[in-house]
């Protein structure tokens, strides 16, 4: 999984005070989760932009003085109006201990049921999964090229070695749906079928 580097300050006091301090001057108050202690730092919000405004998922490496940590975005809060970040949780990540994170879905193949007029939709942007760091995917794949129209992909079709994912069995990822222009078609045949037989008898 490709990973960003994040140049950050530890912060002395975390006190509210401080926090507005911080906001005001551009910057952005986090918390690294996971390890013996919370680290609490700061850094750019601009910084933060390759992270947040993506629907890729990353690993993320925060350097603090000297001091490296490898991890992962936990939570995120942003103000309701301006859409500006205010704060940024983060977790920790070691080899041998597994982490939950949220991958994006690829759509890749052709469905016979799209070819056919059917209409893709995608129910699951993104799936959770849990895995160790070094068996955590840029993206899960949806192979569509089995799906007719109505058939749905589950998300049991999409099962790995690798990770776990943490959704229901009967989780649908995506699903061909029929389009109203096929559905007005279907019907149109039907009906000229049923005039048709009628004729002959």
């Known amino acids: 999984m490709k990973s960003i580097t994040i140049k950050g300050s530890e912060r002395e006091s975390v006190g509210k005070v401080s926090t507005k301090a911080l906001r005001n001057a551009g910057a952005v108050p986090c918390v690294l989760y996971g390890g013996d202690q919370p680290v609490h730092f700061s850094a750019e919000e601009k910084a933060f932009k390759n992270l947040v405004y993506t629907p890729n998922a990353h690993t993320v490496v925060?350097?603090?003085?000297?001091?490296?940590?490898?991890?992962?975005?936990?939570?995120?809060?942003?103000?309701?109006?301006?859409?500006?970040?205010?704060?940024?949780?983060?977790?920790?990540?070691?080899?041998?201990?597994?982490?939950?994170?949220?991958?994006?879905?690829?759509?890749?193949?052709?469905?016979?049921?799209?070819?056919?007029?059917?209409?893709?939709?995608?129910?699951?942007?993104?799936?959770?999964?849990?895995?160790?760091?070094?068996?955590?995917?840029?993206?899960?794949?949806?192979?569509?090229?089995?799906?007719?129209?109505?058939?749905?992909l589950y998300i049991t079709k999409l099962a790995s070695d690798k990770y776990k994912f943490?959704?229901?069995?009967?989780?649908?990822?995506?699903?061909?749906?029929?389009?109203?222009?096929?559905m007005k078609a279907a019907q149109e045949a039907a009906k000229a079928e049923k005039g048709g037989a009628k004729k002959k008898k």
Do not use: W
């Not at 991958?103 to 999964?129: A, D, F, M, Y």
């Not at 995506?174 to 222009?181: D, F």
């Open 62 to 152: 925060i350097e603090l003085e000297g001091k490296s940590y490898n991890a992962v975005l936990q939570d995120i809060q942003v103000h309701p109006v301006s859409d500006k970040i205010l704060h940024i949780d983060f977790y920790q990540l070691f080899d041998n201990k597994e982490v939950t994170m949220e991958i994006p879905v690829r759509v890749v193949g052709t469905s016979p049921g799209v070819l056919l007029g059917g209409v893709l939709r995608l129910n699951q942007r993104k799936l959770k999964v849990k895995a160790l760091p070094a068996n955590l995917p840029d993206f899960i794949d949806a192979d569509i090229s089995a799906l007719e129209m109505g058939n749905k």
């Open 166 to 182: 943490l959704h229901p069995d009967n989780t649908v990822v995506c699903q061909v749906r029929i389009s109203r222009a096929a």
